[in-house]
């Protein structure tokens, strides 16, 4: 995986990708814990504490920073995208 924004928190990390490139794959650079797939939206349903305090981005973490910097990254996203979460360490 590459990161514009290679700032990571101790323990778990979370990064959201547009599409489903990165289900259930491997790294080199990083230890991968699972990966879920759900559409952007439906963020907004799950419990956002519980997750999005992963994200590795500290402006990544409520929805709205979140979907602009998606916007920012992939030109053409919506909220209707499907996008998978990966929640990985980082390897020392």
Known sequence: ?????????????LTVRKGTHWHNRKSNNFDID????????????????????YEHDSKCRDYDGLLAEMKRVYKDFTANHVVTLVFFKELK
């Open 34 to 53: 699972h990966s879920e797939v759900i559409r952007f939206r439906d963020l907004k349903i799950l419990s956002l504490d519980q997750t999005l305090m």
């Open 1 to 13: 995986m590459k990161f514009k924004n290679n700032v990571f928190q101790k323990g778990m990390n």
